[in-house]
Structure formats: C-alpha cells, structure tokens
C-alpha cells in the first residue's frame, strides 16, 4: 500500500500561472481532504471532499478550485497563483470523515510563487 | 471564534525526562482529541485519540489527559529520547462530521542526549 501520494514534491511558479496538485489514495477512503501549512499558522483546511461526488469549502479556500475526480483521487487547482499561495499543501484521506476518524497524510507539495 | 493554541515555542527537554506538551481551546467544546507527529519534510502522523468521557489514555510511553473543564489536553512523553524530537499537533473534535477547525499550531519538541 503506497497510502497517500502527490505530485509534484516541489513546484516553483510565476505569479498569474495555474497548476495542479494530484493526490491519490489506495486505502478505499470516502473522505479526502487538503490542507495549507505556513510557519505559525499551522494545518489549515483548504477544501474537503466527503464522499466522491462531493465537495466543500474549508477555513482558506479563497482562490483555489478542487476536483474529486473519483474515490481515489482528489485535486487542487490554483487558477492564478499568486505569492500569498506559497505554501505546503497537505492531501489527506479518512475512511469515514467522521471526527474520530485517523487522517492519513501524503508527503506534500512545497510550492513556491515568485 | 473558536481558536486551537499550542506553545508555539520549542520546548528543548533532556533525555530520559518526562516533556509534558499543551494544547488549549477557546469557544470550542470538543467530543474528542487527537494529536499527531509531524518530522521535517513529511506529513503528519496520527498518535492517539481521546475522548471526553476518557480522562486520560496511554500508549506505551505517550499519556494524553483530557480536561473538559479546563478546556486542555496534555501530551506526556515519558523516558523522552532523541527520536522523539518532532512537531506535536492536537486537533479537537466536535461530533458530527466535518468542521472546518482542525488543527492546532503544534509544539517543536527537541530531546536533547
């Protein structure tokens, strides 16, 4: 089992430019969500998803778009990154979504928008 | 507005002795508790979680308690060594699903040999 993964592990954009973040899970997890750390401000939620097919916003959702593509995979869209996106984005997975439920966490995307 | 605080200062402990992490919360009333360990470069990982009705839980040398009435939870390591030199993060749960308040800022902990 690979658990979570993501693509890419680094990415340096230009401000105005769109990118992808992948993620994908191989445990059968319903719920999938993504997350921003920045120092001092720890894990924050960007977007969740409880079940394929659906999707809702978190804390900081402000220019980001998702996609639950289906039940393994999750994306992260940044239309026009701006600076105050650089950031390490977090894909996590849950089997229920449920509060009790252990988040499983990919190793990150450490983006960079100059 | 409901707010997670964790020392956000590193806290720098010998090894061999107990380090004792906090973690506070404010307009918040949590069913339950969960902390995790997050190394450099990498995601975090789930350690323990408490419940309300569970004062305290232990997993070999970790013991978290959970006080409702003071609103924290505490993290105990005890015979701390150098590998347990992380990032410790607690993430409240209210019941019900999903809530957009999730994590705490998390304490850098250093066990120094």
């Known amino acids: 089992n690979a658990g979570v993964t993501q693509t890419p592990k680094f990415q340096v954009l230009k401000t105005g430019q769109s990118m992808t973040l992948q993620c994908a899970q191989d445990?059968?997890?319903?719920?999938m969500y993504w997350y921003r750390q920045d120092p001092g401000m720890g894990l924050r939620l960007i977007y969740y998803?409880?079940?394929?097919?659906?999707?809702d916003k978190g804390e900081v959702p402000n220019g980001y778009n998702v996609s639950r593509l289906n039940k393994r995979e999750f994306s992260l869209r940044l239309e026009s990154a701006a600076p105050s996106q650089t950031s390490v984005y977090f894909c996590?997975?849950?089997?229920?979504?449920?509060?009790?439920?252990?988040?499983?966490f990919g190793p990150g995307t450490r983006l960079t928008v100059l | 507005s409901q707010k997670i605080e964790q020392n956000s200062e590193a806290l720098n402990i010998q090894e061999g002795k107990t380090a004792t992490l906090t973690c506070n919360y404010t307009?918040?009333?949590?069913?339950?508790l969960q902390w995790y360990r997050q190394d450099p470069g990498r995601g975090p990982v789930f350690l323990l979680l408490?419940?309300?009705?569970?004062k305290e839980k232990r997993k070999e040398r970790l013991k978290v308690t959970f006080d409702t009435t003071l609103k924290q939870s505490l993290f105990h390591i005890t015979a701390s060594q150098p590998a347990d030199s992380a990032t410790y993060l607690c993430?409240?749960?209210?019941?019900?699903?999903?809530?957009?308040?999730?994590f705490g800022t998390g304490t850098k902990l250093q066990v120094i040999p």
């Open positions: 307009n918040y009333s949590p069913a339950y």
């Open positions: 408490i419940r309300e009705n569970e």
């Open positions: 993430a409240p749960r209210r019941s019900g699903g999903y809530q957009k308040v999730t």
């Open positions: 998803s409880a079940s394929e097919g659906t999707t």
């Open positions: 445990m059968n997890h319903n719920s």
């Open positions: 996590a997975s849950s089997e229920t979504g449920q509060p009790t439920d252990t988040q499983y």
